[in-house]
């Protein structure tokens, strides 16, 4: 009876450890198939990234400080479109792609220096990113796109003259009239 007791306690250390030993092995499957999954959702984001994608940003980070009257954060992302453009490959770009940003670069960095040098003026930076908005808008509509953006109008902004703006939600935050006016206008176009 002791031999059978004995036995089975054997057994069930036995047992025990052995699946123990398939935890670990679970346990550490699933820690390289995590770390797998994450280098490939980074592989991925990087595929997603374009030559647009910084100056973008930059242009949003200018949008969305002039929507809250910030001139030194609309100054920053001023700074963060030229900086864009000077990391950006030329020779990377297709054709068309390249005909597009070389028709609107050189306006495009005197906008962006503009806004990013008058971060004490913010009717002068308004100036420059109703023009910054018409070259950005030209290299969107070329450029292979990450993201859905939506080009916004309001009819107020210059003088009544109107003017517009791209933007990556569909809610409008005016950038021309800031907080006297967050959300006149309207969206006009739907970029894919």
Not at 18 to 24: E, G, K, L, P, S
Not at 138 to 145: A, G, I, R, W
Request: net charge negative.
């Amino acid at each position: 009876m002791k031999k059978i007791i004995s036995a089975l306690a054997i057994a069930a250390v036995s047992f025990a450890s052995c699946n123990n030993a398939d935890n670990n092995n679970t346990e550490a499957d699933v820690k390289a198939d995590s770390s797998a999954t994450a280098m490939q959702s980074d592989n991925m984001e990087g595929q997603n990234e374009t030559p647009m994608n910084g100056i973008l940003t930059g242009y949003l980070q200018v949008k969305n400080a002039l929507a809250d009257d910030n001139a030194n954060d609309a100054a920053n992302g001023g700074k963060a479109i030229s900086e864009a453009m000077a990391k950006l490959d030329k020779s990377s770009l297709p054709e068309a792609q390249a005909k597009a940003y070389n028709a609107v670069a050189d306006d495009l960095k005197e906008h962006a220096q503009h806004i990013n040098e008058n971060s004490g003026k913010i009717d002068h930076q308004r100036e420059h990113f109703e023009m910054l908005s018409q070259d950005v808008y030209d290299l969107v509509k070329s450029f292979d796109k990450t993201q859905t953006l939506y080009k916004d109008f309001c009819p107020m902004a210059n003088n009544n003259k109107g003017a517009f703006w791209i933007s990556e939600t569909k809610e409008i935050k005016n950038p021309y009239l800031g907080q006297k006016m967050p959300t006149c206008g309207e969206v006009k176009e739907e970029i894919k």
